[in-house]
């Protein structure tokens, strides 16, 4: 065979053999050294993603995977395919999984490995918005007050977890002083506080004998001598300085022919005798009866002689009828001093002075005095001077100015104008996924306050506000009641009344700056419009359980709060309100509203992040350990006639 044919022939061979051979063929580095890597040889090696032996889909001409081919090869190692723009397979640009308490972190940003990793946060950092376990407000800004953790935070008045000691929250309110009302406010919460009002008027049995009382109104006031006041056991009182009750210095009673003498003379025991002398002595001033002027030189020729003559007043031997000498001058009323000049003598005469100084037990209540400078006043209603038992007096009797006209507080009421949900957001399925918390709800509650649909007279919602009475001084506090309360249509003239069901009671206490309430730190989901604080000439009450009706479904919020913002002093309109609560879950899951078109649903299917509901993220909060949602309306209000039964 020709050489030029050898050579063919060996070449075919060769390349017929390489053809067959599944081992990849070597490929020594010019030094000896290991084999370099061969890109399309059907093997990955060292440098490669991938060979497939030629270019493909997946595995490109330098042997690295097809990313952006639209396709995720995740058997080639692909996470996710920058070519797909969105939904499943689409490559990451952000990683924040709404999560506060994870640490996001986006991994090879830009390729087909894009993936995310998030991390639980363990460590406490203030304004991050997460408030790892184990933590609470005293060592991280973001954790909300929790009531029963053991520590007093921002907005708690105690712990219930603490047992004794400081920030101990209080069980009972005895401070033993018998001149307090002790009352406990907010008992088994983390905002029980106690209260201890003065005891200012007497009140028979009750253990306490307030400043100005005495054994007179109160029983429980032991007499004292010296206060003014003729009390049980007392001849007179020290303290009287005139008048009735007044303790006597001298006994003379202007009768000549009576011995006067003082015994107990400085003491409430002090008292006259007067006893009458009937014996004949020259110079006594004194002619006893049947005497004359040879048996007592004291008496008057022709005294005693049954007839009126020259400057006698009367005749001592005249015992009654026109002539007769007077021996008592009480005329019957009880505003008179009345007095004896010369008794049993024929120049005897009565005088009858008018009582205008106020003096305690002299039965006479004179003109200008009022019970509390006499107590022979009566209290009067409309005086202007409040009197026990008055709660009020501002000089006349008109009702609906603050005082009834029977001088009883009437309360001040508030009437909601607007109300609307801010927080948590309403959301159901309509075709997709729809917020109805404007659209709906809060179109519905406008609806309902200004109102009256079912035609029974009265407005179909009033949320009202009373106070018990009205207080804006700084650091004020006053009972409030919230009631939704019965009132008239139309809304132009209305009048309210308290509603079927009891009211809510709270104390609300007033403030002349700063903040009143705002919502609690990561308990909103910044919708729009946001919550709206309270600040400035306002009021917050303190926490208690109330029911909300809202869509036609009653919402049990504990915790609840309402805080407003006076529009003068006195107001008559709330301009900036807060009202807010929270509502567990399991209350939420037996709350049934209904929808229209849909039917009834329980609430927690149209809150974020409840059983059902359709909003890819959640809403929820934590409160004491239990879940739930922290509900927040803002609402205005203006004052409105109020009546009681």
Not at 570 to 585: K, M, N, R, V, Y
Request: proline residues 7%; charged residues 15%; hydrophobic residues 30%.
């Amino acid at each position: 065979m020709p050489r030029s044919l050898l050579a063919l022939a060996l070449g075919f061979a060769l390349a017929l053999a390489a053809c067959g051979d599944t081992t990849p063929p070597s490929n020594p580095k010019p030094d000896g050294g290991e084999a370099l890597s061969v890109c399309g040889n059907g093997t990955v090696e060292p440098g490669e993603d991938c060979d497939d032996g030629a270019a493909s889909a997946h595995c490109d001409a330098s042997c690295h995977f097809a990313c952006g081919n639209g396709v995720v090869d995740s058997a080639l190692g692909e996470a996710c395919d920058t070519a797909i723009a969105s939904g499943p397979g689409a490559c990451p640009a952000t990683c924040d999984d709404g999560q506060a308490c994870t640490t996001d972190t986006l991994s090879n940003p830009g390729t087909c490995q894009a993936v995310c990793e998030h991390t639980d946060v363990t460590t406490a950092t203030d304004g991050d918005g997460c408030c790892p376990a184990g933590e609470d407000e005293t060592t991280d800004n973001d954790c909300a007050p929790l009531c029963g953790d053991g520590v007093v935070e921002s907005g708690e008045a105690c712990d219930t977890g603490i047992t004794s000691g400081a920030g101990a929250c209080p069980t009972s309110c005895d401070d033993s002083n018998a001149c307090t009302s002790d009352t406990l406010v907010n008992p088994g919460t983390c905002q029980a506080v106690c209260t201890g009002l003065q005891i200012v008027l007497p009140t028979d049995g009750d253990g306490c004998c307030p400043t100005n009382a005495n054994a007179t109104n109160d029983n429980d006031c032991a007499p004292a001598c010296g206060n003014g006041v003729l009390e049980a056991g007392e001849a007179c009182d020290t303290g009287i300085t005139s008048g009735p009750g007044a303790c006597p210095a001298s006994c003379d009673d202007g009768q000549t022919c009576t011995a006067d003498t003082l015994s107990n003379a400085g003491t409430c025991q002090a008292a006259c005798v007067n006893t009458a002398i009937t014996a004949p002595a020259d110079g006594d001033g004194c002619c006893p009866s049947g005497e004359t002027t040879a048996t007592d030189n004291d008496c008057a020729p022709g005294c005693g002689d049954g007839v009126v003559n020259g400057t006698e007043l009367c005749d001592t031997a005249i015992t009654s009828g026109p002539g007769a000498c007077p021996t008592d001058c009480d005329d019957g009323v009880a505003c008179t001093t009345d007095t004896l000049t010369l008794g049993g003598t024929c120049q005897a005469a009565c005088t009858n002075t008018t009582i205008t100084t106020p003096a305690n037990g002299d039965t006479c209540c004179p003109a200008g005095a009022n019970a509390n400078d006499d107590s022979d006043c009566a209290p009067v209603c409309g005086n202007g001077v409040i009197e026990a038992p008055e709660q009020c007096d501002i000089g006349d009797t008109v009702p609906g100015d603050g005082c009834s006209a029977t001088c009883v507080i009437e309360p001040t009421a508030f009437r909601f104008d607007t109300l609307a949900l801010r927080d948590p957001h309403i959301f159901v399925t309509i075709f997709s996924c729809t917020d109805v918390t404007e659209s709906a709800l809060n179109s519905q509650l406008t609806t309902n306050l200004t109102t009256d649909a079912d035609s029974d007279g009265l407005l179909d919602l009033s949320p009202t506000l009373i106070f018990r009475p009205l207080t804006q001084a700084d650091a004020s506090a006053t009972p409030m009641e919230v009631d939704f309360a019965s009132c008239t249509a139309p809304l132009s003239g209305t009048q309210c009344s308290p509603g079927a069901e009891p009211p809510a009671g709270f104390t609300a206490t007033s403030q002349t700056s700063g903040t009143c309430l705002a919502p609690d730190v990561g308990t909103t989901s910044g919708y729009s419009p946001a919550v709206a604080a309270v600040s400035g000439a306002c009021f917050a009450s303190s926490a208690s359980t109330l029911s909300v009706t809202l869509g036609g479904a009653s919402i049990p919020l504990t915790h609840a709060r309402v805080a407003a913002t006076y529009d003068v002093d006195p107001a008559t309109h709330l301009t900036t309100g807060l009202l807010e609560g929270f509502l567990s879950e399991a209350a939420a899951d037996s709350v049934i509203v209904p929808v229209p078109l849909l039917g009834d649903r329980a609430l927690s299917s149209l809150l974020p992040g409840g059983t059902g509901s359709c909003p890819a993220t959640t809403d929820k909060d934590v409160v004491d350990g239990v879940t739930g949602w922290w509900f927040y309306l803002n609402f205005t209000a203006s004052q409105v006639p109020w009546t009681e039964p």
